[in-house]
């Protein structure tokens, strides 16, 4: 079945620090690609996506894009806030069911 | 964004009794709904697709009998968890998915506590 890896963490970065959290998928076919955001005690909320190869997915200064060749999703930002902290999914969605990552954690200090 | 709602957000119960938890796509029409269960620290775990006037699709090893799923309209499903145990304990979270894309949206989630 269609699996999706993300990057371990918990990841721990000073304020305006470059981000990238990995993830790559296996599928059959060709999946839409997403990015969730998990605040404690909330609901998932998306981020971003993309649904086919070289697309870029883009919010809130986030950027990950659709990379058939090495089947990846990765996800970035330039200069993160302490307001980004949170837990963050991978996910992709073939043929109508979504499988996600295990998410990484993210923790921005000031 | 689409909006998707959940309620309750909390409850506690009983063990042995029944508790029924509601997601309701709130601008859109969803032919399809999700319910996942999440526990601490960990990824979502798909439970069951909800479909609109027919019956949901339950994932290997979540006992239908068990979570009850009804999808009676094309905003609304709910899921019930008969006869709570503690073991039921979990973070429930729905989402529906905007027709005619991939896109799933989530509801805030229900955190159940079965005593």
């Known amino acids: 079945g269609d699996s999706v890896t993300q990057m371990e963490g918990p990841v721990t970065l000073s304020e305006e620090a470059f981000l990238t959290i990995n993830c790559t998928y296996t599928?059959?076919?060709?999946?839409?690609l997403f990015w969730y955001v998990q605040y404690p005690g909330e609901g998932l909320q998306l981020l971003l996506k993309?649904?086919?190869?070289?697309d870029k997915g883009s919010n809130k200064g986030f950027e990950a894009t659709y990379r058939k060749e090495t089947t990846s999703f990765h996800l970035e930002k330039g200069s993160v806030q302490v307001s980004d902290s949170a837990v963050y999914f991978c996910?992709?969605?073939?043929?109508?069911?979504?499988?996600f990552g295990d998410g990484t954690t993210l923790t921005v200090k000031p | 964004g689409a909006v998707v709602s959940q309620h309750p957000s909390r409850v506690i119960c009983k063990s042995g009794t029944s508790v029924k938890i509601e997601c309701r796509s709130l601008?859109?029409?969803?032919?399809?709904m999700f319910w996942y269960r999440q526990f601490p620290k960990q990824s979502l775990m798909l439970m069951a697709t909800?479909?609109?006037?027919?019956?949901?699709?339950?994932e290997q090893g979540v006992e239908k009998d068990k979570f009850l799923i009804n999808h009676a309209s094309l905003t609304l499903s709910t899921l019930t968890v008969t006869s709570a145990h503690p073991e039921d304990s979990s973070f429930y979270i729905c989402?529906?998915?905007?027709?005619?894309?991939?896109?799933?949206?989530f509801g805030p989630g229900t955190r159940l506590t079965v005593l």
């Open positions: 996910a992709s969605t073939n043929a109508g069911k979504s499988t």
């Open positions: 599928a059959t076919g060709y999946p839409s």
């Open positions: 993309a649904t086919k190869a070289d």
């Open positions: 601008d859109f029409q969803a032919t399809t």
């Open positions: 909800s479909n609109e006037g027919s019956k949901a699709t339950y």
């Open positions: 989402s529906a998915r905007l027709p005619a894309t991939d896109t799933q949206y």
